[in-house]
């Protein structure tokens, strides 16, 4: 009989990326459709919206609306930063038949963290759109503080 079973029970998947200010953040792979790289050419703005929203592009033939997703959290708007690469990298998440693209910095990994390790994330200085759509934050292996996003309360929050 296998140890590892109980254990892995424990387990869950996520996709890790940054944000600007080397900013480490990830959400549940549950909640992930597919990760993107735009040519910004491919992204049509939409005039007259939230400074966050990027605009929309076409995503197997229907309408994608993108999130500048450090901007919606009030840092630096990450469209300055993909103007110098001519990319835009994306996480595209959904819930309840919802999808939206999140324009990250960067993608990195899909990592596996205990559940029982994810702590409350700490609440000073963040804004209201930042709290609602935290579902806690985890220490790596190097003790660097990563940020968990929860997709169906992003999608929420966006309503």
Known sequence: MSTAAPSQQKLQQFLRFRLPDNI???????QLTEILSLNLSQIVPIPDTDPAMMGVCNWR?????????????????????SLRR????VV??????????LGVDQIEQMIWCDRTQIQPAPM???SES??????GCWSDPKGNLVLI???EAMMDYLK
């Open 149 to 151: 996003f929860d997709a």
């Open 61 to 81: 033939g229907e309408v994608l609306w993108l999130l500048d997703f450090s901007c919606w959290l009030g840092m630096e708007p990450l469209y300055n930063q």
């Open 130 to 135: 930042f709290s609602n759509c935290l579902q």
């Open 24 to 30: 480490q953040a990830m959400v549940p792979t549950e």
């Open 92 to 101: 595209i998440i959904h819930h309840l038949g919802q999808t939206i693209g």
């Open 86 to 89: 001519g990319k835009l990298n």
């Open 124 to 126: 000073q200085h963040i």
